[in-house]
């Protein structure tokens, strides 16, 4: 019995390309099959459709025809994040050319924790990572700011949190609005800290009055939390009068900028995140405002000094004499060991985009949650909350309690013809649409609110909207 072809070396090209031809046909097939943006039924008519494709998940013999099986099961009950009725999460549809650079690095799998498994992939990281940090803190100080390829938002938060603890002592006490993400305390849990000091977010933002009033009154050190870009509405926090405060109490500053952080790619929205460059440590996600598939996260540090608090020492990766010889010591660049090479993807959209390329998708986004959020105005059938601050617009039916309004989205679900999301504020409950497909048109606009619409009615006549 010979053995499976490899992906990469000499054979790996010639292995691949039958694979991928069923892959490509398993993704249009799954779409035809769903006709939708999810597929249709709910948790359990897909789980069972799912049990009855995949049989027997570990047979005593193989089946040679398993990959067709299972890649044309999983791609019919996915769901689709470039349909344009699938506009739920911070969840982006990938760029063709990402996805293609993500092949590369699945099959040559380089891991990035030392040099010799990663020999181009680490200079590339190098690169883009540093340009990254360029683009957040500006070209004035070059050398000094510096970012680490994450996951994203959650391992960036947690490891902004372990950069404050290092630099200023385990005391180090997290101050955060009511609107941060929920990463933000559970990295003070995870890592051992003082509980979070929560401030009031009235309109969805952190107040920076009570900031500054917190800023005064607690003993340090003190860690304080900004977010650019909420995950619930895509609010951001005033970044401006919230930096001035902390420099004024000496105050190390973190800005949550997952979501918000793509705005710096667009001439007409960047000025949005004035007060970044303040920061000590930003976040930045590019599966979302950056079109990659995940992962993609960031890490930005003002002082790359900070980030010696990560170094560690493993002789069969960083040998001292090998790192005094030439041979670059990536351990300290991650918490993890083992790490893809998540870079090629976002390397391969930044060159092949540009500023320019990647801005424009920002502003047509922007622009679809704008005329959106205009159509749900002026829709009597609906409310909207406030005019959306990046892509994400909340409404609800006009005279809907809470239960209907979440009964209206599962019932999207269910159907699969439209996936939206939820969100709790200004204590209501409100339906989240999070528009990050470029190629969402109008008439795409129009289908979205007419379904919400119709399952409204639907439910209040006690049918299934079809």
């Not at 067709?68 to 009950?77: D, P």
């Not at 470039?82 to 063709?96: D, E, T, V, W």
């Not at 995870?190 to 401030?199: I, K």
């Not at 003993?219 to 939390?225: I, T």
């Amino acid at each position: 019995m010979s053995n499976p072809p490899l992906a990469s070396g000499p054979e790996g090209p010639h292995a691949l390309r039958p694979l991928l031809d069923t892959v490509l046909d398993a993704l249009d097939s799954g779409a035809r099959a769903r006709s939708g943006p999810l597929p249709a039924g709910g948790p359990e008519a897909v789980a069972a459709r799912t049990r009855q494709a995949v049989g027997e998940i570990l047979p005593e013999q193989g089946d040679p025809h398993a990959v067709h099986t299972l890649v044309h099961a999983f791609a019919e009950t996915a769901s689709d994040p470039a349909h344009p009725l699938c506009a739920a999460h911070l969840h982006c549809p990938p760029l063709a050319v990402a996805a293609a650079a993500d092949l590369a690095a699945s099959a040559l799998n380089p891991s990035l924790d030392s040099w010799d498994q990663a020999p181009g992939a680490s200079e590339l990281e190098r690169l883009t990572t540093a340009a990254l940090a360029r683009e957040i803190y500006g070209p004035t100080t070059p050398g000094t700011a510096d970012s680490l390829i994450t996951t994203g938002g959650t391992e960036s938060n947690q490891l902004a949190l372990l950069l404050a603890r290092e630099a200023h002592g385990r005391s180090v006490r997290l101050v955060c609005g009511a609107n941060a993400h929920h990463s933000l305390p559970r990295a003070a849990w995870l890592l051992g800290l003082p509980d979070p000091v929560v401030l009031p977010a009235p309109r969805g933002t952190l107040d920076p009055h009570a900031l500054d009033d917190a800023l005064a009154a607690l003993p340090g050190p003190l860690l304080v939390a900004a977010t650019a870009g909420t995950t619930d509405a895509g609010l951001i926090d005033p970044l401006p009068d919230i930096a001035a405060r902390c420099a004024a109490h000496g105050t190390r500053l973190h800005i949550d900028a997952a979501y918000g952080g793509g705005l710096l790619f667009s001439d007409r929205h960047r000025t949005r995140l004035t007060g970044l460059d303040a920061a000590h440590t930003v976040t930045l996600d590019l599966h979302k405002l950056g079109w990659q598939p995940v992962a993609a996260g960031l890490l930005a540090v003002r002082d790359a000094d900070d980030l010696t608090a990560l170094d560690q020492r493993a002789d069969y990766l960083n040998a001292t004499d090998d790192t005094e010889a030439g041979l670059p010591d990536l351990l300290g660049r991650s918490l993890r060991t083992t790490r893809r090479p998540d870079v090629l993807k976002v390397a391969v959209t930044l060159k092949t985009l540009g500023r320019h390329g990647l801005g424009a998708l920002v502003d047509q986004v922007c622009a679809h949650a704008r005329a959106f959020a205009t159509l749900v105005d002026q829709d009597p059938r609906f409310e909207l909350h406030t005019p959306p601050a990046i892509s994400t617009v909340l409404f609800r039916p006009a005279g809907a309690d809470d239960t209907t309004v979440a009964a209206v989205r599962r019932a999207l679900l269910t159907t699969g013809r439209a996936v939206l999301g939820r969100a709790r504020l200004d204590g209501r409950l409100w339906l989240k649409a999070t528009l990050l497909n470029p190629a969402t048109g109008p008439d795409d606009l129009a289908a979205l609110l007419h379904l919400a619409a119709a399952s409204r009615a639907t439910l209040v006549e006690g049918h299934t909207p079809r």
